[in-house]
């Protein structure tokens, strides 16, 4: 099977690595060095997205923005300029549900199947191919290619229509937020009161306050490692997508909204490029 991959970032790149073991991949990203050593181990370069797409039966996308996804797919060089009927769109950016649904039309009109399945997992999920993943589309296009998200995917789920995967996503990403400001402000609460952070978080991430964010992001904060797994600026974009769907439904979600201004303070102190554990730096002046 021929595989595009559009966007070889932090996650991107791994993924694709997990893809190479059993496909030819075309890749595709806005600055090629950076994808050097995916060419070194045998993926294809394509000059654009619309290049890539002619010689792929199916293709992944993974960028930064809804406006970069937009591009990627309707701009002048994009892959519905180029991509044959019956080619299988999946992208893997988190993502705005009305988006999802306007592609999934869009595509349609043209005999091109699009799916969009965002994941979660951060850089480790990548690494180890265990990302969890969460689609929205056509059921029959999910299932013929399950395989191939079973490459780099252990907790695959299907659904329903087109913007389901958005949709479960930001209720993941919602949990996140929560999450990520508990795990701050608890290991903030246990270095001011003398304890051992390191055993605090032994006795505490085996009980009920355990969690994945607990777990895997708690030991880099202590480490004093902030490198993006998944990048400060993109989280807020997802928070921003889920306020604003909320907003939409008519929901009032105030843990969300304290987790983006938590994060919107992250920012402002110039943690955009940081991982999501560097929230911890915004409580660091109170001890």
């Known amino acids: 099977m021929k595989i595009g991959f559009i966007g070889t970032g932090v996650m991107g790149k ?29 993926a294809v370069w394509e000059e654009t997205p619309a290049a890539l797409a002619t010689n792929c039966d199916v293709i992944f996308t993974m960028v930064g923005y809804p406006e970069d996804v937009l591009n990627v797919y309707t701009g002048e060089e994009g892959v519905f300029t180029s991509a044959s009927e019956g080619t299988i769109c999946i992208d893997l950016t988190t993502s705005k549900p009305e988006l999802a649904k306007a592609l999934f039309e869009k595509g349609g009109s043209k005999g091109i199947h699009m799916i ?17 993943i969460m689609a929205g589309g056509e059921e029959r296009i999910f299932r013929e290619v399950l395989p191939v998200l079973e490459t ?6 299907f659904h329903g229509e087109a913007g389901s ?50 777990s895997h992001l708690a030991p880099r904060i202590l480490n004093g490692d902030y490198e993006p797994g998944f990048y400060i600026h993109h989280f807020i974009k997802d928070l921003k997508i889920a306020l604003e769907e909320s907003k939409r439904m008519g929901l009032s979600l105030p843990g969300l909204e304290l987790a983006l201004k938590s994060y919107e303070q992250a920012k402002d102190i110039g943690l955009s490029e940081k991982g999501t554990q560097a929230l911890y730096k915004v409580y660091e002046d109170q001890l």
């Not at 991949?25 to 181990?41: F, G, M, P, S």
């Not at 780099?152 to 789920?157: C, D, E, Y």
């Open 14 to 42: 791994s993924i694709v690595f997990h893809l190479l073991k059993e496909h030819t991949v075309h890749i595709y990203t806005r600055t090629k060095q950076k994808a050097e050593d995916l060419l070194t181990n045998g």
């Open 116 to 132: 969009d399945a965002p994941v979660s997992g951060g850089d480790t999920g990548a690494k180890n191919g265990t990302l969890s």
């Open 152 to 157: 780099f995917g252990a907790n695959i789920v």
């Open 165 to 214: 995967g958005q949709h479960t996503k930001m209720s993941n990403q919602i949990v996140i937020g929560s999450t990520m400001t508990g795990v701050c402000e608890a290991l903030t609460y246990a270095m001011k009161s003398g304890l051992d952070p390191e055993k605090v978080l032994a006795s505490i991430s085996q009980g009920a306050a355990g969690s994945w964010s607990l």
